[in-house]
């Protein structure tokens, strides 16, 4: 059974600071790549960051770059996300999710999504 389970949200004043963890089962966050996935208010989906499963190479949207950093804990099977210099427009509920292998060859897509965790970034 594959399970993503996030934590670690909150809410935090402006140039705050948030650290996010994704805790996988049902398989091995080293053989996949692993996505943060954000949902604003009133807004779509969003792409935030990956990692990949084999050399753990990551990436960023243009909008977090130099503030957010991904990362993972093998050992746990558990995914990271460290957010700082937070601002307001980075409110969103936080998903970490699998990039689906069978379905990615054009663009990312995801076959398996966690529940989420609230982000809110006010004074």
């Known amino acids: 059974e594959v399970q993503l389970v996030e934590s670690g949200g909150g809410l935090v004043q402006p140039g705050g600071s948030l650290r996010l963890s994704c805790v996988a089962s049902g398989f091995s966050i080293s053989m996949y790549v692993i996505n943060w996935v954000r949902q604003a208010p009133g807004k779509g989906f969003e792409w935030v960051s990956s990692i990949s499963g084999s050399g753990g190479s990551t990436s960023y949207a243009d909008s977090v770059k130099g503030r957010f950093t991904i990362s993972r804990d093998n050992a746990k099977n558990t995914l990271y996300l460290q957010m700082n210099s937070l601002k307001p427009e980075d409110t969103a509920v936080y998903f970490c999710?699998?990039?689906?292998?069978?379905?990615?060859?054009?663009?990312?897509?995801?076959?398996?999504w966690g529940q989420g965790t609230q982000v809110t970034v006010s004074s």
């Open positions: 999710a699998r990039t689906d292998r069978r379905n990615s060859v054009v663009r990312r897509q995801y076959d398996y």
